[in-house]
């Protein structure tokens, strides 16, 4: 009796099963597209997910990205000892080069103090560093950021400027309490307005989830060569102008690629710089002053 | 009744052990190994825990926790959420439904699994990135990133078969 019962028991709770999990299944690839969808049209929740994760995470990157730092360390130390000849010789010359740079340089900075004085131009030294570590490098064909170990805690706000070793390699976008995300210049959804430092033409910087990045919206006619520099023009308020990105590499039919003067795989610290610009984007001036006047009462000023 | 409570715990451990490697294989593809130009072709090496746990033991690799590292995924590279879930979800259905071809194969067998596998995993990723962003993606990075994958596969496979030999009674 007992046997019978179980026997149909198993002959109902197979197919049930199965069919239970074939839904399971569907459920899972449905709510992985309407994931994708609400990413698109409302980016707030998932972007509050991305930041407690990152959170939690946080630690976690530091720990292994440690090891990682170390090994690569020292494959550069042996790499720089066989180098260590050429390289000698190229600073000996570079050094000859910049020594005249910097008579000139002395110069210009003389000539500039004292027309500032004659001007009595009010100078702009708000600039905050914050310096933080690469903990997490997450470059890939979809997308091209990085995770470092600074946050809210340490004064990271959202919009400000990012510097590698040789340039800005991006700004920061999302901030948890520990950690925060940069979007790199290279990422397909970066723009940024830049300026060809020869002749002064503006354009669109935008990426291709490549190691390049390429210039678009450039007026008609624009002469832009090879081995152009490019730099941050300062339009729109996210950045500073004439902050050194990169240089220009090559030009082919789609467009005009640049290759940054920071290589991304070498990061390993970056610094964040407040230049106080970043609050203009979202809230105007107005807004910005009662803000201020209103928090410092806050915290009893 | 202590050695049975032990053996619980050790069955429980051994069970987590599977889900507990590829969360590490999820945060080794996003950390910086400071190669030059490697960062954007870094492999999505989760794809080698899903493929491998699929065919093996699927039971210790439950359908929700595909979903969970396919989340972390996303979130971790930041790649628009539900992408990385829908590839490891396709990968996890694909070979589940062709797990009996796969079993008692040879090594060689397995990896050409992946090779398949693990291209239509590519192009799935490739396809819903290039939708999401409205821009068709650089396809040399796509192809480095899937040769990559398929080189790195054997090693991280192999750690995955020793340690099924040695800790996981056999069925």
């Known amino acids: ?301 | 009744m202590n050695i049975a409570i032990w053996q619980k715990l050790d069955n429980l451990a051994r069970s987590f052990i599977p889900f507990g490697f590829s969360l590490i294989l999820v945060v080794l593809s996003v950390l910086p190994t400071h190669i030059p130009g490697y960062m954007q072709i870094a492999p999505i090496l989760a794809l080698i825990s899903v493929y491998h746990w699929a065919i093996f033991r699927p039971n210790l690799l439950p359908i929700s926790a595909v979903f969970i590292l396919g989340l972390l995924q996303d979130l971790l590279l930041g790649t628009p959420v539900g992408l990385y879930v829908l590839v490891f979800l396709t990968v996890y259905g694909v070979v589940l439904s062709q797990r009996r071809f796969f079993v008692g194969k040879s090594f060689i067998f397995f990896w050409f699994g992946f090779a398949a596998i693990s291209m239509l995993a590519s192009i799935e990723s490739y396809f819903l990135g290039s939708i999401w962003n409205v821009i068709l993606l650089d396809f040399n990075a796509a192809t480095f990133q899937y040769l990559i994958l398929l080189g790195i596969f054997p090693a991280v496979a192999w750690v995955f078969l020793r340690w099924q030999q040695a800790f996981l009674q056999q069925d």
């Open chain 1, 1 to 301: 009796m007992l046997e019978r019962r179980s026997s149909a028991l198993v002959r109902i709770a197979a197919p049930l099963k199965s069919l239970v999990q074939r839904f399971t299944y569907l459920g899972l690839v449905l709510s992985a597209f309407s994931l994708m969808f609400l990413g698109k049209f409302d980016s707030v929740p998932i972007d509050r997910l991305r930041v407690e994760v990152t959170e939690v995470m946080a630690p976690i990157l530091e720990v292994f990205s440690r090891p990682a730092a170390t090994v690569s360390m020292h494959i550069q130390n042996v790499q720089d000892l066989s180098n260590i000849r050429d390289d000698n010789n190229r600073l000996k010359q570079e050094n000859i080069r910049l020594l005249q740079w910097q008579t000139v340089a002395r110069k210009l900075q003389s000539d500039n103090t004292a027309l500032r004085q004659l001007l009595s131009v009010v100078s702009d030294n708000s600039e905050k560093y914050i310096t933080a570590r690469v903990i997490a490098g997450s470059g890939s064909l979809l997308s091209n950021m990085l995770i470092v170990n600074a946050g809210n805690k340490n004064g990271v706000v959202k919009g400000q400027t990012v510097i590698g070793s040789r340039g800005v390699i991006g700004r920061i976008f999302e901030v948890s309490n520990s950690s925060s995300r940069v979007l790199l210049l290279t990422d397909i959804n970066s723009r940024v307005p830049v300026l060809v430092e020869r002749n002064r033409t503006r354009a669109i910087m935008t990426g291709k989830n490549t190691n390049l990045a390429s210039l678009i919206h450039l007026p008609q006619g624009a002469r832009i060569l090879p081995s152009d520099r490019i730099v941050t023009s300062g339009h729109g308020g996210a950045f500073p102008s004439g902050l050194p990105i990169g240089v220009v590499v090559s030009k082919s039919d789609d467009g005009i690629d640049v290759q940054l003067f920071t290589d991304f795989s070498r990061l390993e610290y970056v610094r964040i710089v407040d230049f106080g610009l970043n609050n203009l984007l979202e809230i105007n001036q107005n807004e910005y002053v009662s803000k201020r006047v209103v928090d410092d009462k806050f915290v009893g000023k």
